[in-house]
T-cell receptor, first 113, second 113 residues
C-alpha cells in the first residue's frame, strides 16, 4: 500500500463547477496535511494546509480532513481554466521527531471552458 | 522577501559524472529538504537538513549526499550519475516543526546523457 494515494486523473470539470480532489494516507501518526498546485514544468505551490479534523476554507478552496478515515480532500469552487494543473497531496509524518513530507503522485485537473 | 532560490536551472551531464546542486532557503527558514521528481510522479523525499545535520533520509542510495551551511543554504551532491537520475530536483525550506509548510524553489532540471 502506498503511503499517500491519489487518483491520477485527469479529472475534467466544466468552468464554474466544483472540483473535488481526494487523498488517502496510511500513517495514522500523521499530523499535518498540505495541498500543492503544480503547473506543467513548474515547481509545487502551496495552496492549503490543514491540521485538525473538519473543514478549512480559503477563498475558493476548502480542505477537509478526516483522521479516523485517513482521508483528506480539496474542493475548488467556481473552477476556472487557470486552475488546470496537477494537485499534490502531502502528508507530514513524524518518524523519530523529524518532519518528513510524503507526496502522492498528484491528480491532474482539467477545467473546460 | 526572497523565496527559495536554486541553481543552476538546468544541467546536462553524462553517466558516471558528479553533480552539485545548490539551494538558498526562504529568509528566516532553518530547515531544507530535497526532493527528486520524475516526470509524471510526485516529489520523492531525498533528505532533510536542520542545524547542519542530516535529520531524515528517504530511500535513496549513498550516491546522494548533502550539506547544510551555517547560513542555512544547502547543497545536494550526486555521484556516479545514472540515466535514471534524470529528473527535476526540488529544494524546499521551512521552519522546523510539524505544522510548518514547506516552500519550494523553482527546481533544477537534471538531464543525464
Amino acid at each position: 500500500q502506498k503511503e499517500v494515494e491519489q487518483n491520477s486523473g485527469p479529472l475534467s470539470v466544466p468552468e464554474g463547477a466544483i472540483a473535488s480532489l481526494n487523498c488517502t494516507y496510511s500513517d495514522r501518526g500523521s499530523q499535518s496535511f498540505f495541498w500543492y498546485r503544480q503547473y506543467s514544468g513548474k515547481s509545487p505551490e502551496l495552496i492549503m494546509s490543514i491540521y485538525s479534523n473538519g473543514d478549512k476554507e480559503d477563498g475558493r478552496f476548502t480542505a477537509q480532513l478526516n483522521k479516523a478515515s485517513q482521508y483528506v480532500s480539496l474542493l475548488i469552487r467556481d473552477s476556472q481554466p487557470s486552475d488546470s494543473a496537477t494537485y499534490l497531496c502531502a502528508v507530514n509524518t513524524t518518524p523519530s521527531g523529524t518532519y518528513k513530507y510524503i507526496f502522492g503522485t498528484g491528480t491532474r485537473l482539467k477545467v473546460l471552458a | 522577501d526572497a523565496g527559495v532560490t536554486q541553481s543552476p536551472t538546468h544541467l546536462i551531464k553524462t553517466r558516471g559524472q558528479q553533480v552539485t546542486l545548490r539551494c538558498s532557503p526562504k529568509s528566516g527558514h532553518d530547515t531544507v529538504s530535497w526532493y527528486q521528481q520524475a516526470l509524471g510522479q510526485g516529489p520523492q523525499f531525498i533528505f532533510q537538513y536542520y542545524e547542519e545535520e542530516e535529520r531524515q533520509r528517504g530511500n535513496f542510495p549513498d550516491r546522494f549526499s548533502g550539506h547544510q551551511f551555517p547560513n542555512y543554504s544547502s547543497e545536494l551532491n550526486v555521484n556516479a550519475l545514472l540515466l535514471g537520475d534524470s529528473a527535476l530536483y526540488l529544494c524546499a525550506s521551512s521552519l522546523t516543526g510539524s505544522h510548518q509548510p514547506q516552500h519550494f524553489g523553482d527546481g533544477t532540471r537534471l538531464s543525464i546523457l
